[in-house]
């Protein structure tokens, strides 16, 4: 297993950017293709993007595309999710997770806990 710990949520103004990371210990990072996932209350986890173990693959939600960008630096063992001209729609508790590149959350083996996103209009 992976642990993963996300951070830099907060609340801001649609039109403005945020910084998610992910942090990871306890397997060797740079083995994993890792992915970010987003919960909105009452609806279902949500796929947002997606990136192989070198960074040479990124997959991206249409909703998101063009917007956000995945990145990781290996040798930090850091994953990040820069988030760019937010919508309230965007609005969610964003997850870190380890271990697949597919849009199904059930794909992936370990998950932070969260880190909530909330977009104002």
């Known amino acids: 297993q992976v642990q993963l710990v996300e951070s830099g949520g907060g609340l801001v103004q649609a039109g403005d950017s945020l910084r998610l990371s992910c942090a990871a210990s306890?397997?060797?990072?740079?083995?994993?293709?890792m992915g970010w996932f987003r919960q909105a209350p009452g609806k279902e986890r949500e796929f947002v993007a997606s990136?192989?173990?070198?960074?040479?693959?990124?997959a991206y939600a249409d909703s998101v595309k063009g917007r956000f960008t995945i990145s990781r630096d290996n040798p930090k063992n850091t994953m990040s999710l820069q988030m760019n001209s937010l919508k309230p729609e965007d609005t969610a508790v964003y997850y870190c997770?380890?271990?697949?590149?597919?849009?199904?959350?059930?794909?992936?083996?370990?998950w932070g806990q969260g880190t909530q996103v909330t977009v104002s209009s």
């Open positions: 306890g397997r060797t990072f740079s083995t994993y293709s």
């Open positions: 990136i192989n173990r070198s960074g040479s693959f990124i």
């Open positions: 997770a380890a271990g697949s590149l597919t849009t199904m959350p059930s794909a992936y083996r370990d």
